[in-house]
């Protein structure tokens, strides 16, 4: 590397260093030291308190269940959206990008009014007498996967309408003029192809799942998740240890999962 | 097949109603007359339109986000184009490395940036809130500058700079008179796109917050948690129309083929 490249890439390295690696790999040597000694007992405390497990069982379990539902979800519709017309293609890829570059508080918000005890919902169940008394949805686990299906969904479906973009058609075609009905072609061809995709698109649900906080702060109640915890100990009760230890068991999850996902999608890629 | 595909777009129309379906609803809440949201909303008002101009506190935090977003912008291109720059154009040890590096603050989660940057700038680095939050919004808009930015100059034929040059044109002119002109609408749309995500930022902002101190965003947040009228979803509309127009522009700018690229 030459000075010149050096010198053009400087300013923003040292940037990203001043306010972005330092702080972080501080947060991190800090959970790690207290009294002054080397210890894990920031750690051992938080598995040992049952709060803390089931807080992080039920993120897993919300984020799990948003990103299957995100695949079901999106899967047909970007195959959909990936097979229409030209007009009908950019249309529908307007209305993806759309709620992805739309608030999510915005978007969080809508579902308070439709889950709501007087929401759109209730009101429906109760009017036609299908419920005697309004359900309670929001501010459960159920609400907060709704709201993180209708976050991350338009996500997933621009990621595989990327891959399926890309895809060869005239395998396709090949298989077809072989014989191969268009199902059996989709189910040989296609749909193993664009797996990786699927998985790429999946971890980004699931890594946003994991750590959005807008959503469940809204459509949680007082229904905890990892990143509702962390911003609870910060800034509620102060306790600057507790969360630089959640902190750092996000960022842990958060790499191993990629970590493991991406390793799944590069063995599925018959490409190599 | 026919059957086939007719259940398939049948089921497609139902996954863009889940998607689009409440961002109408609130649209059509807002004009509700009475304190509480209601849908179908009980007559129509602009009252709560109305009502946001009157509460001083969305006006200052509109203004916050703005100037935030707007000087973020500005810091994160002074840092981004130069990077972008060198990493497109030329070929060394460590580039992958280094790009990695320039994309990194997306892989960290928005909520854990947000806390060690509370941590660090305004405890130990004893930083002013108001530049903590502009220090922030700059980290989380950098990996978009760069990443729009150089996938606009890898359609640049570098070749003509080279031909500026051999005429004569020194460096920095190139740069100014040659290269940024042909990549003009690439910077426009990084702009933009990394104004949304700021301007949407809330990961961040929630832990900058301070005397007088917040951004649109959280002071949304803050009174979503408090209070159940139509101001929001007034407020919605606003930003709804606003991010409609800023996608058209992008879309004139460069297309969506930026969103679908992995």
């Known amino acids: 590397m030459n000075k010149r490249v050096l010198l053009l890439l400087l300013p923003g390295l040292l940037f990203l260093a001043v306010f972005m690696l330092v702080p972080i790999t501080l947060t991190i040597a800090s959970t790690f030291v207290q009294d002054g000694k080397l210890t894990l007992e920031g750690y051992l405390y938080f598995f040992r308190d049952g709060y803390f497990n089931r807080i992080l069982l039920t993120t897993l379990r919300v984020s799990v269940v948003t990103t299957l539902v995100c695949m079901v979800l999106g ?52 009017n036609t007498g299908l419920t005697a008394k309004p359900l309670d949805i929001l501010y459960t686990p159920t609400a907060m996967m709704i709201g993180l299906v209708h976050l991350f969904l338009p996500l997933i479906i621009i990621t595989l309408l990327g891959v399926m973009e890309n895809l060869d058609h005239e395998l396709v075609r090949a298989a077809r003029s072989l014989g191969a009905s268009p199902f059996a072609a989709f189910r040989k061809i296609t749909f193993p192809l664009t797996v ?71 063995r599925l890629n018959p490409k190599g | 097949m026919k059957e086939g595909n007719r259940m398939l777009s049948l089921y497609t129309l139902l996954v863009f109603i889940f998607l689009l379906g409440p961002l109408v609803i609130i649209s059509i809440t807002s004009f509700e007359p009475g304190t509480v949201l209601k849908f179908p909303p009980e007559g129509f008002s602009l009252k709560w339109y109305k009502n946001i101009f009157e509460v001083s506190a969305f006006m200052e935090t509109f203004r916050t986000s703005i100037v935030i977003s707007l000087l973020g912008n500005l810091l994160a291109l002074l840092l981004g184009v130069p990077a972008a720059y060198a990493l497109s154009r030329y070929r060394f040890r460590g580039r992958d490395t280094l790009n990695a590096v320039f994309l990194s603050p997306v892989l960290i989660p928005g909520i854990v940036l947000g806390f060690t940057l509370l941590r660090y700038l305004i405890v130990v680095y004893n930083l002013p809130i108001v530049a903590g939050l502009l220090i922030g919004h700059t980290v989380i808009m950098l990996p978009f500058i760069i990443r729009v930015i150089a996938s606009s100059l890898e359609n640049f034929d570098f070749a003509v700079e080279e031909a500026a040059q051999s005429l004569g044109a020194t460096r920095v002119y190139t740069f100014f008179k040659v290269v940024l002109p042909n990549i003009r609408s690439g910077i426009l749309a990084a702009i933009l796109i990394a104004f949304l ?66």
């Open chain 2, 197 to 262: 995500e700021s301007f949407n930022n809330v990961d961040i902002s929630v832990f900058m917050t301070g005397p007088g101190i917040s951004t649109l965003p959280i002071q949304m947040l803050t009174y979503v948690q408090n209070y159940f009228d139509p101001t929001i979803a007034a407020i919605s509309v606003i930003l709804m129309v606003l991010t409609a127009a800023l996608m058209f522009i992008i879309e004139r700018l460069m297309g969506f083929a930026y969103f679908t690229k992995r």
């Open chain 1, 75 to 126: 899967y047909p519709a970007a195959y959909y959206i990936s097979r229409a017309s030209a007009r009908k293609k950019s249309l529908l890829l307007a209305l993806s990008i759309f709620p992805l570059l739309t608030s999510p508080v915005v978007r969080s918000f809508s579902w308070m009014i439709i889950l709501g005890k007087k929401g759109l919902i209730n009101s429906f169940l109760v």
């Open chain 1, 196 to 266: 990786p995709g699927l998985i790429i698109g999946g971890i980004l649900v699931f890594v946003g799942s994991l750590t959005a906080y807008t959503t469940p702060a809204l459509l949680g109640g007082k229904e905890r998740v990892v990143s509702t915890f962390l911003y609870q100990n910060a800034m509620t009760l102060n306790d600057w240890q507790a969360a630089s230890v959640i902190a750092v068991i996000m960022i842990v999850i958060t790499f191993v999962v990629v970590g493991l996902m991406n390793a799944w999608a590069n």
